[in-house]
């Protein structure tokens, strides 16, 4: 569950999801946490900041989950964006 991910409730204002978002990925960056599985978890992070922050992504996500959100990609064409593009 992205909101589990972020630790934020669903009712979560944009707000507080990007400060959550910048908590937990400053705590997993793989640059600053050598930890074997930081590096998962930073994708995590960064995967459900990138949906919860998006209102028509949130909204989808929401209503159908995560397969849902999938789909929908699936049908708009999109890919999937590499979390650490986000830092280049």
Known sequence: D???VLEVSRHADDAEIKKAYRKLS???HPDKN???GASDKFSKI????????????RRI??????DGLKQHEQ???R????PFDMFS
């Open 34 to 36: 050598k930890d074997p």
């Open 61 to 66: 996500y929401d209503q159908r989950g995560e």
């Open 2 to 4: 992205y909101y589990q």
């Open 75 to 77: 049908r708009q064409g």
């Open 79 to 82: 890919q999937q964006h590499n």
């Open 46 to 57: 960064a995967t459900a900041y990138e949906v919860l922050s998006d209102s028509d992504k």
């Open 26 to 28: 400053m705590r997993y």
